[in-house]
Nanobody, 119 residues
Framework: QVQLVESGGGLVQPGGSLRLSCAAS????????MGWYRQAPGKQRELVAA???????NYADSVTGRFTISRDTAKKTVYLQMNSLKPEDTAVYYC?????????????WGQGTQVTVSS
């Protein structure tokens, strides 16, 4: 199992920046991928960015060029740097980890952190 604890959300004006952090309870190289999803009111949860164990990055089209996912393996932490934020980025952001278990690939989720972009 893996526990994920997010931090760094808050209220920011359009054009501003925030950095989200996700601390894992185990070595992140034991995880297939770590990433960030978001869910806005009335919408489905969607992938924002993902980082594989091998270092491959994947971004949603809507955030490409504005958001950057990175990791600090010593701190067992993944970050999401969000720049040039827009009101449409407002959502609850969830950290996700995928790990191979005996029954296949298992998803683990953090508790979520609110990001609000508003003037």
């Amino acid at each position: 199992q893996v526990q994920l604890v997010e931090s760094g959300g808050g209220l920011v004006q359009p054009g501003g920046s925030l950095r989200l952090s996700c601390a894992a309870s185990r070595n992140i190289f034991s995880l297939v991928t770590m990433g960030w999803y978001r869910q806005a009111p009335g919408k489905q949860r969607e992938l924002v960015a993902a980082l594989s164990k091998g270092g491959s990055r994947n971004y949603a089209d809507s955030v490409t060029g504005r958001f950057t996912i990175s990791r600090d393996t010593a701190k067992k932490t993944v970050y999401l740097q969000m720049n040039s934020l827009k009101p449409e980025d407002t959502a609850v952001y969830y950290c996700n980890a995928k790990m191979v278990v005996t029954t296949g690939l298992q998803d683990y989720w953090g508790q979520g952190t609110q990001v609000t972009v508003s003037s």
